[in-house]
């Protein structure tokens, strides 16, 4: 059986900084799970809705693979990516990756994993394989997945080759990093910017500050937006909290990065950002809560709170990325 030796599996909490954590700890790279989200500038929100939507869709984080981009072109790191619409010569591509001893990164929908506890379409998931067998693949996911897991290789194929929403064509990608690799203040300052001017100046109003304020007003009208409240409502309160999202819509994640730049960087606006990160991760919470409890009462009252709790957000959030963009200035100071 071909096995990927020497493969590092922890207690994370979302699927891409899963794979790239397996990925660079097995070259030399260890990061925390909130420094690789951090790095890769993924912080992000949409608010989305349309015909083909069963219910509104609210995001926390950049588009799947972004982050990996983001991360590899700022740590310097060499990603080689293949795609492909041949299912045996993707199956080649990454089965050639394992026999040489390198765990490979596959995007997927979720649906078709066996081990997968919540039965959704999702084209945007990521996972590590390290090993395979005649009959099943051995794969990295998050801890809520079981970390180290097993799945057919029938059902491997449908993940990959299926088609819709944030799905790719079955991608798979490695990682390299330079030998004595680490990060640096800038490294880190420009993650920081990078993300925070993208929030502030989104191209249209359903990204960033100006999406959460749309979504304050918006979230308010749910009820009317469902034939079944009592499931829509608490399973997009659940999306926001349990999906991998390690809570409050990525935000625990963005603040626990915020606090581990704050060892490294001596910086107010450090400071001033990762403190309304926190009230901002508590906020979402809150917001989760009142959504599933509008789901549960069937009463509209929850919902102007949490449009209430959005408003408050639209700029707690704000003036943290405020803060966050003058952090190049000061370090140029």
């Not at 991608?171 to 502030?200: G, K, Y």
């Amino acid at each position: 059986m071909p096995t990927v030796r020497d493969i590092d599996v922890r207690d994370t909490v979302h699927c891409e900084t899963t794979a790239l954590g397996v990925l660079l700890r097995h070259q030399g790279l260890d990061l925390s799970e909130p420094m690789l989200f951090g790095l890769g500038s993924g912080l992000s929100f949409v608010y989305w809705d349309g015909k083909n939507l069963d219910f509104p869709f609210l995001g926390g984080r950049v588009k799947p693979f972004d982050l990996t981009r983001n991360l590899a072109d700022r740590l310097g790191l060499e990603l080689r990516v293949q795609e492909t619409t041949s299912p045996r010569r993707a199956w080649e591509n990454v089965a050639a990756s394992v026999d040489a001893g390198q765990p490979v990164g596959l995007q997927l929908d979720s649906y078709y994993l066996d081990y997968f506890t919540a039965r959704i379409h999702f084209g945007g998931h990521v996972v590590t394989m390290y090993g395979y067998d005649d009959h099943n693949a051995y794969l990295v996911d998050t801890g809520q997945q079981g970390g180290a897991v097993t799945t057919g290789l029938a059902g491997l194929a449908r993940a990959r080759a299926a088609r819709g929403p944030m799905t790719a064509r079955h991608r798979s990608f490695t990682l390299t990093a330079p030998q004595n690799s680490s990060v640096s203040h800038e490294q880190i300052v420009h993650a920081v910017t990078a993300c925070a001017d993208a929030f502030l100046h989104p191209p249209i109003a359903n990204l960033g500050h100006r999406g959460i304020e749309k979504a304050g007003t918006l979230v308010r009208t749910w009820l009317r937006r469902t034939d079944d409240p009592q499931r829509d409502l608490p399973r997009a309160a659940l999306l926001m909290e349990e999906a991998g999202t390690g809570g409050a819509l990525f935000r625990n994640l963005y603040r626990d990065f915020l606090s581990e730049c704050g060892a490294l960087l001596d910086s107010g606006h450090l400071r001033t950002g990762h403190a309304l990160y926190e009230e901002a991760a508590a906020l979402w919470t809150e917001t989760a809560a009142l959504i599933k409890k509008a789901g549960e009462s069937g009463e509209a009252r929850y919902l102007f709170r949490a449009g209430s709790v959005l408003g408050d957000l639209s700029r707690v959030e704000r003036e943290a990325m405020r803060a966050l963009s003058r952090l190049g200035s000061e370090a140029r100071a």
